[in-house]
């Protein structure tokens, strides 16, 4: 399991005084950007030396405890599947005393960035992500 | 079924120069608040004048064709469901072409303000999203 | 003078219940790249197309009444210097009263895509900039 | 002088590959919220406790070097002026090299919160702000 750690930002707040819930999946997004450079994959690398690139196709989350600017979070992520051609990402938002305050998963398809054609997961990828298999 | 346009922004596009998912998310809110204010609930009522507020506990969106800045899009949004202290509401993004580039849904809850618990959805914005139930 | 026009966004706002600052220069950009469209310069044509890029080397902001989700605003920006490898572009925003509710400019400089050094602004850009010269 | 420490997140850069630069202001605001809070006045507090904002009046920023996803980078703070009702603090963002890569400025006044009329720093917040005086 991968542990991402940061503390909500005033500006990721509203009008409600809570989260954004759009900025749920920043914050994922962010933990997911951590993991890929804790396995050898920072996502630079796949701007300037990698042929394939990995968008994500789909995205979920839940909304459990609303969180305001200066709570210290803690996102736990753990690779729920490992398929020819994506892969999927379980996240667990954790507040201070260690309540779940949200959920979220991501699904990541390896494409060829030039004919933006599927492509298989690169064997070398594919073992990265092995670490945080669960 | 309510229509919202715009136009993809600089700065909503990453580093691979499409569209970050998590503001696929950012644009559908757009979308409600657009919405909301066409059936007689603009958000700043929430913050003002209701004693009740309408969060997202679950969010999902499908990622089909990637945009870049610039991009003309429209958003469709249905009501699919209306529960006791719930509601749903699905989006579906098409690009210039009239292509669909994306589709989202979210459920709000509404819960008061005070207590934080959930009540039952007021029959006021209950008959106010009947118009644009599918 | 050119004339921009939206809507302050809810996820613009922050706990504070108003437009958070740095959201201002987000939506002077939105301006700018509006209107780098109506001259014949959409900003994609600077990914793909053109060798040059223009980057913000300065931007300032002042904030007079604070804006709230919902609320129409109208951003005119004219160009008030246009030099030799820069130009600068003014911005004033308007609330629906037609108060002024905030000014802004940025600073932006002509670089050539490989090198990144300056280069001389190109003429057709400069024509094109005239349009909105004060 | 106060440090912040961060990384450039994969959301922040744009299309053309670098930091937005009204990112850049959200990153100095980032900054302000952690040394408030080092200083005993976590922003949390202007929302339930104090009867005081802080609202934003300017802001300036000067970009000398452009940063990427996965960029260290330190901001170093200092509040460069406490007047009767305001005060200014200075940034300077380095990058891993300790390289200049750009510097900010806001000011923020002091405001009742019902009246929204300027008043007198508080003179805790005043003795608060000496710790980061230059």
Redesign the interface.
């Known amino acids: 399991m991968f542990t991402y750690e940061t503390?909500i930002?005033?500006?990721q707040?509203?009008?409600?005084?809570?989260l954004?819930?759009?900025?749920q999946?920043?914050l994922i997004?962010?933990a997911y950007?951590?993991l890929m450079?804790s396995i050898g994959f920072?996502?630079?690398r796949?701007?300037q030396e990698l042929n394939y690139?990995l968008?994500?196709?789909?995205?979920?989350?839940?909304?459990?405890i609303?969180l305001?600017?200066?709570d210290q979070i803690k996102i736990n992520v753990t690779v729920t599947k490992i398929g020819n051609s994506s892969f999927t990402l379980a996240y667990t938002l954790l507040n201070k005393k260690n309540v779940e305050v949200g959920t979220a998963n991501?699904i990541h398809v390896s494409i060829d960035k030039d004919s933006k054609k599927k492509i298989n997961l690169p064997v070398s990828l594919m073992n990265a992500l092995q670490t945080y298999r669960c």
Chains 1, 2, 3, 4 share one sequence.
């Open positions: 503390e930002k005033w500006h707040t509203d009008a409600a005084g809570v954004f819930f759009a900025h999946f920043t997004h962010d950007q951590t450079q920072p996502l630079s796949f701007i690139a968008p994500i196709v789909h995205a979920e989350a839940d909304y459990k609303p305001t600017a200066g991501t």
